[in-house]
């Protein structure tokens, strides 16, 4: 069973700073692209940011460049998204996606195979 299970969410204000952690089941992190996706209501999904398998690439959307960094642990089976410097228009859920290797690092959501249920993320101002 292919499973990505995030934690991490909250309400917190602008300024403040969140992590984000997305554990995946071995057979779905191994070898696998992992990456974060946001939907902020009345809104389609958007990229946020992705990873390499071995983590040495990285992608992110333009909105949140400096200001979120996403990292994983293999040995943990984990990947992270730290955000920083959070502003209302953060506001959203934040998916967990996961993709196989060699798919690009920002590909559209049709792109990525596996979706966590997802966490809300609620920047008051």
């Known amino acids: 069973q292919v499973q990505l299970v995030e934690s991490g969410g909250g309400l917190v204000q602008a300024g403040d700073s969140l992590r984000l952690s997305c554990a995946a089941s071995r057979r779905t992190f191994s070898s696998n692209v992992m990456g974060w996706f946001r939907q902020a209501p009345g809104k389609e999904r958007e990229f946020v940011s992705g990873?390499?398998?071995?983590?040495?690439?990285?992608d992110y959307a333009d909105s949140v460049k400096g200001r979120f960094t996403i990292s994983r642990d293999n040995g943990k089976n984990t990947v992270y998204l730290q955000m920083n410097s959070l502003k209302p228009e953060d506001t959203a859920v934040y998916y967990c996606v996961a993709a196989p290797t060699g798919s690009p690092l920002n590909g559209p959501s049709t792109w990525w195979n596996y979706w966590g249920q997802g966490t809300q993320v609620t920047v008051s101002s």
């Open positions: 990873i390499s398998w071995s983590g040495g690439n990285t």
